[in-house]
């Protein structure tokens, strides 16, 4: 038998080190090349490092949330054995004066590391707390996972399952649970968002600026458009209407299609309008990018930022589609509010915020209409882009997005 360093790879875009999220495997574990080892997070996704080798555990570099450095120890192996053999201790060799020896644990008999055990690091950990062996647990998962339904059943079929249901407060040692705290460690794409929000607050002197927007007309090409769409596909959202208005106004107003390079001292200014699509996700707010809007027609521009964001939603984002916006537009849809102080997603300099659409009652012509009233709550980095440009650019998009005929029409 033979050992297998596997150290920390380069997970791409010259990343130096990356992130533990979550361990797939645990020392004794006996798992097959390409088997899932751990998640891995970089500052653009999280990525799943497969063995390179087949084998067994012998020992996992780091915790979830410790960030390692590429090229370093991540996994050792023991190779060239089918399953995991006993293993006696040798005799500990007697401990330098003042120094003792930790006692050598040992081995896992060959029969408890025979089914490896798949379960997530929150159903070990539940199974820790309550004494159970998940090496006992019938899994329903793919490939025999434990999911958390099966730990509940194997809890609830223990002998003194009954009694252990016992108050909140004697449940837990005399302590109500209702007072009791919960902490969870920031890491993954958590961390990487708490990192670049705090950065982005603390080196941006952000300028907001929040204008009101009569979507009236609007509206009504959004449910004509609408009627026009083939059977199955998706109706037109009010977000590709106004990304093609950006597009359109970001040929008047370059500085605010800029990315600040801070090292150089460097404003670039893009003739590209790559726009970044804040979304929501289950890992938190994620940034896929639509690239070349300005070259696509309305209906490519609807299908490409419903396809970026599902991406993004569902994990399937790759790095390359999560980098490189050069303009980030936000909404919260229905709970837009009535406005909002969007971050800036440096090296950006300019963030355009979508507020929900409600209809109130206005002056028109010096009577009371009802329209449907929309706020544009958006952020300049006060540094390049100066409060009037800012001002002027919005209400460049907001004639474009009351007229919706401009966003159309090449206009000299």
């Known amino acids: 038998m033979s050992r297998y360093i596997f150290k920390v790879p380069d997970l791409g875009e010259g990343t130096v080190a990356s992130e533990i999220v979550a361990w797939k495997v645990r020392p004794g574990d006996v798992v097959q090349e390409d088997q899932p080892l751990v998640e ?14 087949g084998g067994r555990i012998v020992s996992l570099a780091g915790e979830p949330g ?16 089918a399953a ?58 793919p490939g025999g996972r434990i999911e958390r339904n099966d730990l509940e ?30 902490e969870q460690k920031v890491i993954g794409v958590r961390r990487v968002i708490a990192e670049r929000m705090s950065a982005a607050k603390r080196t941006i002197p952000h300028f907001s600026y929040v204008e009101e927007i009569d979507v009236t007309e609007l509206e009504r090409l959004r449910l004509y458009l609408n009627t026009r769409v083939a059977k199955g596909v998706p109706g037109f959202t009010y977000l590709p209407l106004i990304v093609a208005a950006l597009v359109r106004v970001l040929e008047d107003f ?113 009577a009371i209409a009802v329209r449907r009233i929309m706020n544009l709550s958006s952020s300049f980095d006060h540094r390049f882009v100066d409060g009037f440009d800012a001002a002027a650019m919005i209400q460049a998009l907001k004639e474009r997005l009351e007229r919706p005929a401009m966003i159309f029409i090449e206009w000299q």
Request: glycine share 8%; with cysteine.
């Open 153 to 182: 059943t194997a809890l609830a079929a223990a002998p003194g399952a009954a009694a252990a249901e016992e108050p909140p407060a004697a449940a837990a040692g005399g302590r109500d649970r209702r007072t009791a705290v919960e």
């Open 254 to 366: 370059p500085q605010c299609n800029a990315h600040y390079d801070a090292e150089r001292n460097v404003i670039r200014r893009h003739a590209a309008v790559h726009v970044g699509i804040a979304t929501q996700t289950g890992d938190g707010l994620k940034v896929p990018v639509v690239r070349h809007a300005e070259s696509l027609a309305l209906p490519e521009l609807a299908a490409e930022i419903r396809r970026v964001a599902e991406a993004a939603r569902s994990g399937r984002a790759t790095r390359a589609e999560l980098g490189g916006s050069t303009i980030t537009v936000t909404s919260l849809g229905r709970l837009g509010g009535i406005a909002s102080t969007p971050v800036i997603n440096a090296p950006e300099v300019a963030i355009i915020g979508v507020n929900k659409a409600v209809e109130r009652p206005m002056v028109v012509d010096g």
């Open 84 to 141: 995991p053999e006993p293993v006696v201790a040798a005799p500990a060799a007697p401990a330098p004066a003042g120094k003792p020896v930790a006692p050598v644990a040992a081995a896992e008999p060959a029969a408890a590391v025979a089914r490896r055990v798949m379960a997530s690091p929150a159903t070990r950990r539940r199974a820790r707390e309550a004494g159970v062996n998940l090496a006992a647990v019938a899994g329903s998962g």
């Open 66 to 81: 410790d960030v390692v450095a590429v090229g370093s120890q991540l996994v050792v192996f023991e190779t060239d054995a």
């Open 40 to 53: 891995m997070s970089t500052e653009k996704a999280v990525v799943e490092v497969p063995a390179p080798v």
